[in-house]
């Protein structure tokens, strides 16, 4: 809790979802130190070892460096988000989308970093994600939601099973 | 059910599903009368207006074909399912993929045209495409059943809302 909060009044943490311009555009400054921001990229030129390190943090498994390039490169948005103080740069949040450019999109692999959670800063990487795909014209955007993360989904406007749609994972018989 | 089951007994049809080759290879052959065939293709050269007419056929709402063809080119992989008898070709089926071309394929617009369908060639559509899928080493096939057809979809080897994981669609609130 402690570190953004302490920052931010409520009113600042909110007007973060208003704030989201266009790339590169501080989306939480820090009034009293202009040398800390956030900010929010669809550049691709993450480093790897950098976002494996951000999902090590949440306890995900690991996965092979050369497949994760490979669907970074083939994801048709890639949304980072980066601490920035002074002139290091550190990334605290990702979150990708697969779409066929026209109708669908599907967001995977949505992640803040532990020490930036319940700061709205989830809400607001979502809510970046899902205003790119808007306008990209995508109409029917979809994901699918451990448990846990449903409800965080549901305040984002994701409806679970809408009209009896049932995600579906196939295994081998 | 009169058109192919008068020609194959069901051991005819169950073979379906073992003689799924490559592409252009016939999955059905009737050998009473060998020229007409059953085949799949992964070509994407499709023509929209067949394929509008296959959509119409199952009552499903039409859509932009500038973006039905957008949508083709930017899938990972399209399927599409021929009858030939003689030099005529006639498209009966129809599925696509979207994915990150590493972890993920996400697999929609699954069709049958209504002659054809309840004689395992749904099944034989479906398994086609999960070995496209599994042969470019996609691990999490996913998809989103509507409810009259969670069924079908659970005989090929799909699991809704694995341990807990459910699919969700956004709407704008
Ligand atoms: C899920 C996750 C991205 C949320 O990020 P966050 O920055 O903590 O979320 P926010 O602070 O923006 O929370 C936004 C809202 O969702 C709620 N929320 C956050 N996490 C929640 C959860 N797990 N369950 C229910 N609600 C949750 C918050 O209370 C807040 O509600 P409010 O708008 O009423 O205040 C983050 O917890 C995370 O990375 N978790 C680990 C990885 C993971 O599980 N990803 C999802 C895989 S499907
Ligand atoms: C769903 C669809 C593709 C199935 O094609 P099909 O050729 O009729 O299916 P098959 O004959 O291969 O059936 C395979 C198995 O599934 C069963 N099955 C077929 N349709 C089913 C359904 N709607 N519900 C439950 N089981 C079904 C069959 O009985 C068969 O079972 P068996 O293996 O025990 O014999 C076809 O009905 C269709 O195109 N429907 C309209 C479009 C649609 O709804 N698509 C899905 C959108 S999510």
Not at 55 to 80: E, T, Y
Request: proline fraction near 4%; aromatic fraction near 12%; hydrophobic fraction near 40%.
């Amino acid at each position: 809790m402690g570190f953004w909060k302490s920052f931010f009044g409520s009113a600042e943490t909110a007007s973060i979802q208003t704030r989201l311009e266009a790339d590169g555009v501080p989306v939480v400054s820090d009034r009293a130190d202009t040398s800390t921001r956030i900010f929010f990229s669809t550049e691709r030129d993450i480093d790897l070892y950098e976002l494996e390190e951000l999902c090590d943090a949440v306890g995900w498994s690991r996965r092979p460096m050369r497949k994760v390039r490979k669907a970074i490169q083939h994801s048709f948005l890639v949304v980072s988000m980066w601490q920035q103080r002074g002139v290091t740069r550190r990334l605290i949040g990702f979150a990708r989308a697969t779409s066929d450019h026209a109708f669908n999109a599907t967001i995977w692999d949505v992640v803040v970093h532990p020490e930036f959670q319940t700061k709205g800063l989830g809400k607001a990487l979502m809510r970046y994600t899902i205003k790119k795909l808007r306008n990209e014209d995508i109409s029917n955007i979809t994901l699918f939601a451990d448990p846990h993360v449903v409800n965080f989904y549901r305040r984002m406007g994701f409806m679970p099973d809408p009209e009896g749609i049932k995600g579906m994972f196939w295994y081998p018989d």
